[in-house]
Structures are given as C-alpha cells and as structure tokens.
C-alpha cells in the first residue's frame, strides 16, 4: 500500500512565487523575520492602506519585520493593471517600497499556494475563503502563521502584535 503524499507545504519556508518581472522567489529568503502578507489592489477604496503598510515596513525593516504584497484582481476588478505597471503605480502613488509580487488569484481552483496554505492555517470568520482586497496573514519568524486580519483592519492596528513578535 501507497501513502499519499498531500501536495500542500506543511511550512511557509517551502512555498515561493514570482515578483511582477516573472522571476521565482522562496519564501525561504524571509527565515528569521516577521512577515505580513497582504493581497492587494491598487483601485480599491482600501487602497491608502498601502501608506499604512509602508509606515510599517520602515518603521520596523531593520527589526525583522517583512511585508510582501501580493495583488489580486478578483475582487470587483480593482487590479487591472499589468504587473509592471502596478509595481510602478505602487511605488510612485502610494510611495510602496516592501516586495510586490506577480497577480495571483487568493480564492478559487487557481488560488496560489501562498495562500492556499496560509487559508489553511488560519480560517477566517465565515470559513477561509478572502472576502475582500487587503486581507492580512502575519506569521512569526518561525514561519508559523500567527494571526489573519480582515480588509478593513489598519495596519496600524496591527502594530502591537508586531513589535510583540519582534522581540521574539
């Protein structure tokens, strides 16, 4: 008799995706910091957000702390632009400096792996499908998805919980 191998990573350190120039990154190059993921869009009514992220991502870089957006045009639309011109609209709009990645789909039969696993860890209220642009997943720096945020939920608010995982 065969045992079946499940497909889905059993660690965040073994999944990767592409940046918008079409280039494989592992999530493995973040071992050791704190990371925030958040699937992102940039003409969405939370798209100022992204300026609440970047705070973030300078206020607490050089601790440990990474945030990787990750853009999704499933919700009414409101990422329609090319990667590279999203990349581009995200750092001359919204002054985003934290790694953008390639679209990716978050829900669905094509949902990327990044958060297929990260949905699988951390369900949200009504189930673990992503209701909306700007969900936030924050894992610790062993890798271990800690805490799923919903949309509306300001990066500000997560900052306690940050500083708290930073210490370690």
């Keep these: ?32 910091k704190v990371v925030l993921v958040v699937n ?14 970047e705070k973030l991502y300078q206020d607490y870089k050089e601790k440990g702390l990474v945030i990787l957006g990750f853009p999704c045009n499933q919700f009414g639309s409101q990422e329609p632009l090319s990667n590279e011109t999203m990349e581009e609209t995200c750092k001359v709009n919204h002054g985003v400096t934290f790694p ?8 669905g039969p ?3 792996p990044v958060f297929k696993y990260l949905k699988s860890k951390l369900g949200g209220l009504f189930g ?33 919980l940050i500083k708290e995982l930073l210490k370690g």
């Design 110 to 112: 094509h949902t990327h």
């Design 1 to 32: 008799m065969t045992a079946t191998v499940s497909s889905q990573p059993r660690d965040f350190y073994q999944l990767s995706a592409n940046n918008p120039r079409g280039q494989s990154v592992d999530m493995s190059a973040y071992k050791g």
């Design 40 to 53: 992102t869009a940039t003409q969405c009514g939370l798209t100022p957000q992204f300026e609440g992220l």
């Design 128 to 160: 673990s499908r992503i209701k909306w642009n700007f969900t936030k997943f924050l894992i610790d720096a062993q890798g271990k998805p800690v805490r799923r945020y919903a949309p509306v939920t300001k990066p500000a608010a997560i900052e306690p």
């Design 100 to 107: 953008l990645f390639e679209k990716v789909e978050v829900n």
